[in-house]
C-alpha cells in the first residue's frame, strides 16, 4: 500500500482543490439545474410576443427603377409598418413603392414596429434610443442604434428595435437575465458568453479531472477492504 506520508500528501490536495473548485463545482451544478428546468421558449420570451401573418404587397418598383440604381449583392423584402421596403446589402433601406432611401425609422414607428410584434396589453412605459452597449449589456451583438420599449411588467420586459432597418429584434425580460448570468458561470466565458475555450475554463475543467481523480485514489489508498486484499 501507500506510504502514510503520500497518502496526507494526496488527501490535502483533494482537500484544497475541493475548497478551491467548490464554488464553480457548485454555479455549474446550480446553472445547469436551471436550464433542464426551463422552457427556453419562454427565456426567449415567445410569451410576451404574438403570432404574425405574413403581409402581401403589390405594385412594387424594380431596382432598376430606383435613381441610383444600386448594386445588389444581398437583398430582402421587409415590412415596416404596413409599408414595403427593400433591405439591400445589409445596409441601405429603400421604400419599395416611391424608391425612395430611408436613413432610419422614427421613434413612432419603432413603437409600431413593436406594438405589432408585442401583446396588445403590454402597457409602454418609455422609450429609449441607444447607439452603443456595453460588453455585458442584454443587446449587445446586435444592430445598433436602437429603440429601446421598456413596459410596466414585473418581469421588467424591454423589447429592441433596430433604428437602422426597422426589424424588431429581441425581447428581454428578468428570467433571459437570469438565464443569462447562469450561462456566463456556466461557460466562464465572462464577455461574449459563448466560447467554450477560454482559458479559465479549460484551466477549471482540468483542475476538477484531477480532483476526482485525487478522489477514486484517496478511496484506494484508504480503503479497509483493499488493505485486507492485499494483505492475503
Do not use: C
Not at 426551463?38 to 420570451?45: M, N, S, V
Not at 442584454?138 to 421588467?156: C, D, K
Amino acid at each position: 500500500m501507500v506510504k502514510r506520508k503520500t497518502a496526507i500528501l494526496i488527501r490535502k490536495a483533494h482537500r484544497y482543490l475541493g475548497i478551491f473548485l467548490g464554488i464553480q463545482f457548485l454555479m455549474w451544478t446550480i446553472s445547469g439545474l436551471y436550464f433542464s428546468w426551463t422552457d427556453i421558449d419562454e427565456i426567449h420570451g415567445d410569451q410576451f410576443k404574438k403570432e404574425l401573418k405574413p403581409m402581401m404587397h403589390t405594385n412594387l418598383l424594380g431596382l432598376d427603377s430606383i435613381s441610383p440604381v444600386p448594386v445588389v449583392s444581398s437583398l430582402e423584402l421587409r415590412t415596416i409598418v404596413d409599408e414595403p421596403y427593400y433591405w439591400v446589402n445589409d445596409s441601405i433601406l429603400i421604400h419599395a413603392k416611391s424608391g425612395k432611401v430611408k436613413s432610419k425609422i422614427t421613434e413612432e414607428e419603432a413603437l409600431q414596429v413593436a406594438s405589432a410584434h408585442m401583446l396588445t396589453n403590454l402597457e409602454v412605459s418609455s422609450v429609449d434610443f441607444i447607439t452603443e452597449v456595453g460588453k455585458h449589456h442584454e443587446y449587445r451583438g446586435r444592430s445598433l442604434p436602437a429603440f429601446v420599449i421598456s413596459y410596466n411588467h414585473p418581469e421588467h420586459v424591454k423589447a429592441y428595435v433596430s433604428a437602422i432597418d426597422g426589424s424588431f429584434q429581441r425581447v428581454r425580460h428578468q428570467s433571459w437575465r437570469w438565464f443569462d448570468f447562469l450561462w456566463m458561470t456556466h461557460t466562464m466565458d465572462y464577455e461574449g458568453r459563448d466560447d467554450f475555450n477560454t482559458i479559465v475554463l479549460r484551466i477549471f475543467s482540468l483542475l476538477g479531472l484531477i480532483t476526482v481523480l485525487s478522489g477514486f485514489l484517496l478511496w484506494y489508498i484508504s480503503s479497509p477492504t483493499l488493505r485486507k486484499v492485499f494483505k492475503r
